[in-house]
């Protein structure tokens, strides 16, 4: 049986933004709120989770809506935008489905940092493009990020990734497992968050599960979902991409 993708977000909302502070940190961000300042008109995110790129994009002045489906993510970016009084609007939903009217389409979808790769079977994969190409404006941008060769990461059992200071006097450390399932080109990353205060010893549990696509793979299942794919990035400032880049970066209109 295969791991829904979603599975595992709401485990994983206290720790997101601590984590990915000491990985991805903020190089992604710019890029984003370039592509969405250029548009005229609405944005969507997929899967806005905490708010990282979201409150950004807001911030920046582009007319942001963000949809995800955990209420636990969802919490953190409306606290997040309360804070830097910045408004957008986030709505809780399937990326599958996108409760959305089509009469008021969106200039641009950008679905950041691999979130169509938690889309594990290949039936979400095609309703969650239709769901876009039905909500974008004709001639709109969709712009995609990829988390490259997922399949080529090692497997390896009980290693401590993270570790570090958190707010409110804890110590966090992340105790991470990864296996493969290359029959259906998944990885699924099993993660123990040890929480420490004093004496005191916190245990969190959950798995994440990614499917890889590569860019030819993509670049057809967008054509044929209406789709021209304009341009493949290697990095956030628009350096040229090969299999070798550290960064997977699709750009791709709605041609009717």
Avoid at 35 to 63: D, F, M, N, Y
Avoid at 141 to 154: E, H, N, Q, T
Wanted: hydrophobic content about 40%.
């Amino acid at each position: 049986m295969v791991a829904e993708g979603w599975r595992g977000w709401d485990d994983y909302a206290p720790f997101y933004d601590w984590e990915n502070a000491r990985t991805v940190a903020r190089r992604d961000v710019a890029f984003w709120c370039r592509l969405a300042s250029a548009q005229k008109g609405r944005v969507l995110e997929l899967g806005c989770g905490t708010g990282r790129i979201a409150v950004p994009v807001a911030k920046a002045g582009v007319r942001l809506v963000g949809i995800d489906r955990s209420d636990a993510m969802l919490a953190r970016a409306r606290l997040r935008l309360r804070r830097v009084s910045v408004r957008a609007m986030l709505v809780r939903g399937d990326i599958r489905s996108l409760p959305f009217r089509s009469r008021r389409p969106f200039a641009l979808v950008m679905a950041p940092y691999g979130i169509l790769q938690s889309l594990t079977r290949e039936r979400d994969l095609h309703a969650t493009l239709a769901s876009a190409h039905r909500v974008l404006a004709r001639g709109g941008l969709f712009g995609i990020d990829l988390v490259p060769d997922l399949p080529r990461w090692s497997e390896y059992r009980g290693r401590v990734s993270l570790e570090g200071r958190a707010k409110g006097g804890r110590t966090l450390t992340l105790v991470e497992s990864v296996r493969q399932d290359r029959r259906r080109r998944l990885t699924i990353f099993d993660q123990t968050y040890i929480e420490r205060r004093g004496r005191e010893e916190r245990r969190h549990r959950f798995s994440l599960t990614f499917r890889t696509l590569s860019v030819p793979q993509m670049a057809r299942r967008l054509e044929r979902a209406g789709f021209t794919v304009e341009a493949v990035l290697g990095d956030y400032q628009g350096g040229p991409w090969d299999e070798r880049a550290d960064t997977w970066v699709v750009l791709a209109r709605r041609r009717s």
